[in-house]
């Protein structure tokens, strides 16, 4: 008969290294990571990467010339990114999130250079929207990233995310390309100039602190060089 404690270690030898969840798990006892949970954790990569798929297949039925079907593909591939790279899922997962920004650029010129492309002979107008809706969105991005690095407050949250999004769908899937073009370019343009007036507007609000600052520190009074002594 084998004792109760040298079965748990057969047991848990035959179940390799457990790992707990955290270090408050370590401490409070907690159960270990469970295949499930591990599955869960994977769920968001897969998920990117048929994104990441359905882009491209979106890509090539544009420059096919099949609009309806690549904005179904643009669809399920908005659906299988936005979705595990929302605000609440890379709270804590920084790597989901830089993921997020990279197949956000990836669906926007995915979809609008290839447009640009098709509509270069057929209409100049519909092809120059296109590119300045790709580069205005390029330079918010590059603006929000910028500003982060540089200290300032800049965020885009999943509803602008979303928005964007929907309106390259919503383009594919009706047929109103050109007008959803011109809803992009407003949107990223705007977006744009608002960020760039938003970190303007921070730096002078930190140059005038600074001032007062500077102020209150020359009006109070300096110290005597030395003390009376007494005798």
């Known amino acids: 008969m084998v004792p109760?404690?040298?079965?748990?270690?057969?047991?848990?030898s035959s179940l390799g290294p457990l790992r707990a969840r955290s270090r408050f798990g370590q401490v409070v006892g907690s159960a270990p990571d469970m295949p499930d949970q591990e599955a869960r954790a994977r769920g968001p990569v897969v998920s990117l990467a048929a994104g990441a798929g359905a882009l491209g297949a979106a890509a090539w039925l544009i420059l096919a010339g099949h609009r309806l079907l690549a904005g179904v593909a643009a669809l399920v591939a908005a659906v299988a990114t936005l979705g595990p790279?929302?605000?609440?899922a890379t709270a804590r997962r920084p790597r989901l999130a830089l993921a997020g920004r990279l197949l956000d650029r990836a669906f926007e010129g995915a979809i609008l250079a290839p447009l640009a492309w098709v509509a270069r002979l057929g209409s100049v107008r519909v092809s120059a929207l296109a590119l300045i809706g790709l580069g205005a969105s390029y330079l918010a991005s590059y603006e929000r990233a910028r500003g982060q690095a540089l200290g300032y407050r800049e965020l885009e949250g999943t509803g602008y995310r979303t928005l964007r999004a929907a309106i390259l769908v919503a383009g594919l899937l009706t047929g109103w390309v050109e007008a959803s073009l011109w809803a992009f370019a407003a949107l990223t343009v705007s977006?744009?100039?608002?960020?760039?007036?938003?970190?303007?507007?921070?730096?002078?609000?930190?140059?005038?602190?600074?001032?007062?600052?500077?102020?209150?520190?020359?009006?109070?009074?300096?110290?005597?060089?030395?003390?009376?002594?007494?005798g």
């Open 4 to 12: 109760e404690g040298r079965l748990y270690e057969t047991r848990r």
């Open 85 to 88: 790279t929302g605000d609440r």
């Open 191 to 230: 977006a744009s100039a608002v960020r760039a007036g938003n970190v303007a507007r921070q730096e002078r609000r930190l140059r005038a602190s600074e001032r007062r600052a500077e102020s209150r520190g020359e009006r109070q009074p300096t110290p005597a060089a030395g003390g009376s002594s007494k």
